[in-house]
């Protein structure tokens, strides 16, 4: 997920906006335990498991956790959250198809669908209900998932339903073992991943090699660096397994390009903030993950310090943290006031000033960050 939030008004954003949720998205009050028991009833095959398979694997290359949304599934089967193109002719029937007959036959979807089963299906293809399918990259091809929910406490385990009948009792090391979809609520589909990001801006470059951003300000290249996470790695879990991987924002507030010679020049620089978002999968936990992801493209001599926020996204309402980014004119400091934007349940990683010297001091070494360790290069 891209987000730039709410900011203050003196500050420039150089990050899209994001939505909390896509705009033709809601949430709705499809019970997720009905959802999974539904699908344990239908005659899921090989072709289905393909399509699962397919949607969560793209998802998981496009930046997002290993999802497969309703929006998707139903509009466009076998795609993945950030895929535009629709890979429905792949597939024999559909999972929608096998959904849409379940709903609509009295005796298959008693007990399970309450109402006119088209509310149902306009309901549900319009919620934020998804499927999560953690560890999919070790599935085998063909040993059939257990369907289970997220029970939304906090819980570890959970009933599971067999296709076909029976239940077990599911928890991370079971999913660990054998193809589990999880029943959850999606959280990251409204935000521009930082994967998709690179695709739409060149600027951001390719994520496995160099930062093309090169300076373009007035003063001369030896003056100019550039600050980059080259590489993460997250020491813990944040949530409940069942709620899946962690989306964590980047959050830095600087001013970029400092190159004022007079006061009146110093007058013209606003702040700015860079907001980007870095799914870490379950899978990923303990691995070093490498980024290549630009904090501040034109880090010039004048720029002292900078406001940096690492967070773990948990919702809640639009707050904000003033911090400040610091620039240096005449052997004196100014400090610019910028708001970094987050949400009422986010857990903070960590969120403080960075200056120059430790920057340049820990440049290419490995830092931790909270529970978060980050390699940072300033070049």
């Not at 900011?7 to 709705?28: F, G, K, L, N, S």
């Not at 669908?113 to 998804?130: A, F, H, I, N, T």
């Amino acid at each position: 997920m891209l987000a730039a939030g709410v900011m203050a008004a003196a500050c420039t954003v150089i990050a899209p906006e994001p939505q909390p949720a896509a705009q033709d998205q809601t949430v709705t009050t499809v019970p997720m335990d009905g959802l999974a028991r539904l699908l344990s009833t239908l005659p899921i095959g090989p072709s289905q498991m393909k399509e699962v398979a397919d949607a969560v694997g793209s998802s998981s290359t496009n930046g997002y956790d290993e999802e497969y949304t309703m929006k998707q599934l139903f509009e466009s089967p076998g795609a993945g959250v950030g895929d535009l193109d629709s890979k429905a002719s792949a597939y024999d029937t559909p999972l929608r198809d096998l959904i849409q007959e379940a709903v609509r036959s009295a005796t298959k979807a008693d007990g399970i669908v309450s109402g006119d089963p088209e509310d149902y299906l306009r309901d549900l293809s319009s919620s934020d209900l998804q499927i999560y399918w953690p560890y999919a990259a070790d599935w085998d091809g063909s040993a059939a998932p257990v369907i289970t929910y997220d029970p939304g406490d906090d819980s570890e385990a959970n009933m599971g339903y067999i296709i076909g009948g029976g239940e077990i009792v599911v928890d991370e090391k079971v999913a660990r073992e054998r193809p589990v979809w999880v029943i959850n609520r999606n959280s990251d589909a409204g935000y521009t991943s930082l994967e998709l990001l690179r695709r739409e801006d060149p600027s951001w470059g390719s994520g496995g090699g160099e930062i093309i951003v090169r300076p373009r300000g007035a003063a001369s290249a030896q003056d100019i660096r550039s600050l980059v996470i080259k590489t993460l790695r997250v020491e813990r879990q944040y949530d409940s397994w069942f709620a899946g991987g962690a989306e964590f924002f980047f959050k830095c507030g600087s001013v970029e390009n400092f190159t004022a010679s007079t006061e009146a020049e110093l007058k013209l620089y606003k702040p700015s903030v860079t907001d980007f978002m870095i799914v870490v999968q379950r899978s990923q936990i303990g691995q070093e993950i490498p980024l290549n992801a630009l904090l501040v493209s034109e880090w010039t001599k004048g720029l002292t310090s900078i406001g940096f926020m690492i967070v773990e996204d948990d919702g809640g309402s639009q707050t904000s943290w003033k911090c400040s980014a610091v620039v240096k004119y005449n052997s004196k400091s100014y400090g610019f006031e910028v708001d970094l934007p987050l949400r009422s349940r986010d857990d903070i990683v960590w969120r403080g000033q960075m200056t120059r010297s430790y920057v340049e001091k820990y440049s290419g070494k490995t830092v931790s960050f909270g529970e978060m360790s980050l390699v940072l290069d300033l070049s």
